[in-house]
DNA sequence: CGATCTCTTGATTCTCCTCAAATGCGGTGG
DNA sequence: CCACCGCATTTGAGGAGAATCAAGAGATCG
């Protein structure tokens, strides 16, 4: 079931059998689906479980008390929310869909045990919360420096890079589930100047855009003109050492 | 030694004394004292050491190709720079000093073994961890939605509110080592625009800043006029809790 | 097939940037 | 002690990028 999720830690380390099996059972005990523009997780909430994103995009976002509404992170399918979260006391912001979702919705101490009998999942699971707090950093450096075009083609590269690591990407191209308003406000620009950004860059041939469907002829030439490094996305496949150190236990 | 840490650690929990000295033990051990500009960790690195700021003012930033330089974090005396890094292989952003800084550099597996042996420390770091994210997220949302003047505000309101846990300001005035371009980099401003951002804020009666001094003769106010609410910062002693589930083990 | 949401376009405004130069300030050496 | 240097701050003028306002065209969905 959570393939997408699997498929990810995999980036960084092997699974065992039984690890597999243990994730797989963990994931099978609380199945939500919700449809897009709700939220899952509402700033003030505690914080008592975590939430794996297997089906659908959602996003991290805080709304000011004007309405100003900033999306700060992507969740993609195989994306776990808020993994030791478990510490703080209270969400500082939410949690919503922007398509349709189906997640698993996970109690920290399910997640908490599995971790502590499965020492590869332990890992992994650091990892990937480090890895999102790379990419927290660089939407930080996104929003601080980059013009609106290389903006948003960083976006977009950063984008497919993950989806093409869980396996939604087909060749050159994948889906692009947001609405123009949901990509102004993870940007900080106005709707208005996205739809501008966004002919640009499909008059410089950068990408093809028809409806929900994102085709990136050049990948490396987006980068380029994005001023995209996908270092801070850590795909070097850093864990698979671990197979020398510590033979799969079966 | 390591007192505005000691000191940040129990905002969230309490420590015994063999965790004090556990600690002050492991900072003892490699002293490093660099001037200001100077970087401590460099892109492209390998992630073998924490460091603890003792003293100073340092900052992790990326410079991007053409010169342009985001700081996407300050660390203020008491901050720990990558805790739990190890997992990933190489930094992907760069940390350097704005002032001149006294730091502890403290090797992954010295900390690893102090905080396997002391569960009060781990928990903490973890605290600390997650907080350090959640700021971060917070960045996010200061560079995408708020102006000029809400954006310096509010992070003058974090920087205070951050000194003031690890006991670094007095009254209503702290230090404000850096230079305004300094500033303009975190804040994706230009430098003239800080200048006049920041007599905006003067002129408005919000702030005072002769030289390196702060003083901030109304934080609610200042908190207002920039949309800050300081939930994010987790100050609200969560752990204290942990005395009740676990008597001192002294 | 009308209602609603999303996307697109045009016109105008404003925030912030760039370029350029002046002023102030702390240190250093004559 | 003062002259000078380098650096940080301040000020001015003009311009670019993005926001806002408003309205029309296309999708999508009950």
């Not at 008390?65 to 500082?92: K, N, S």
């Not at 990892?127 to 083609?153: C, F, H, K, M, P």
């Not at 191209?173 to 406000?185: E, F, I, M, R, S």
Request: proline share 4%; with cysteine.
């Amino acid at each position: 079931m959570p393939r997408h999720f699997l498929r990810k830690l995999e980036l960084f380390t092997r699974l065992s059998a039984a690890d597999r099996q243990a994730l797989e059972g963990v994931v099978g005990e609380k199945l939500r689906r919700v449809g897009p523009r709700e939220d899952i997780v509402r700033e003030g909430d505690s914080a008592s479980h975590v939430s794996l994103i297997l089906d659908g995009w959602a996003c991290r976002y805080k709304q000011l008390e004007d309405g100003r509404r900033q999306i700060v992170a992507f969740f993609l399918p195989g994306d776990l929310c808020d993994t030791f979260i478990d510490v703080l006391r209270e969400m500082d912001q939410s949690i919503g869909t922007l398509t349709p979702v189906t997640f698993a919705e996970i109690s920290r101490d399910t997640l908490g045990a599995v971790a502590a009998r499965h020492p590869r999942i332990m890992q992994a699971l650091w990892w990937d919360t480090l890895v999102s707090a790379s990419i927290q950093r660089e939407w930080t450096v996104n929003l601080g420096q980059r013009s609106a075009t290389e903006r948003l083609g960083h976006l977009l590269c950063e984008v497919f890079i993950r989806l093409q690591g869980v396996g939604l990407t087909e060749g050159d191209h994948c889906v692009l589930p947001t609405t123009q308003a949901d990509l102004a406000d993870a940007m900080g620009l106005s709707t208005v100047h996205i739809n501008r950004t966004l002919q640009e860059l499909r008059g410089s041939g950068l990408i093809v855009l028809k409806g929900r469907n994102l085709t990136i002829p050049d990948l490396a030439a987006l980068q380029a003109a994005s001023l995209f490094t996908p270092n801070y996305l850590h795909l070097d496949h850093v864990g698979r050492h671990l197979d020398a150190v510590e033979p799969l236990a079966v």
